[in-house]
């Protein structure tokens, strides 16, 4: 599977952004998509993810700003990121999950800072 993201860039603390990943390939397979993290010096973190039957996992640092959702017809998944903070900057990448797939998609920068 080859995962594509978009949607990063740099936004004003409070702001929002929208992250994309379109998968393409054997999608099929794919049984749940998450969004990981990681910051300069820190290790890669989970952010969120989501299962075919739409069942979705937040880390706490997120709830109630960020929302996975996905379009099964589209093969795409997105992040809706609110009130962004500045410990929010970080490289974003999407990854999928499945039978016989455990693949990375290529990381979209996000910068939050005034």
């Known amino acids: 599977v080859q995962l594509q993201a978009s949607g990063g860039g740099l936004v004003q603390p409070g702001g929002s952004l929208r992250l994309s990943c379109a998968a393409s390939?054997?999608?099929?397979?794919?049984?749940?998509y998450a969004w990981y993290r990681q910051a300069p010096g820190k290790q890669r973190e989970s952010v969120a993810s989501i299962t075919n039957g739409g069942y979705t996992i937040y880390a706490d640092s997120v709830k109630g700003r960020f929302t996975i959702s996905r379009d099964n017809v589209k093969n795409v998944v997105y992040l809706q990121m609110n009130s962004l903070k500045p410990e929010d900057t970080a490289t974003y990448y999407c990854y999928a999950a499945g039978d016989n797939v455990n693949d990375w998609g290529r990381g979209t920068q996000v910068t939050v800072s005034s």
């Open positions: 390939g054997s999608v099929s397979r794919i049984r749940v």
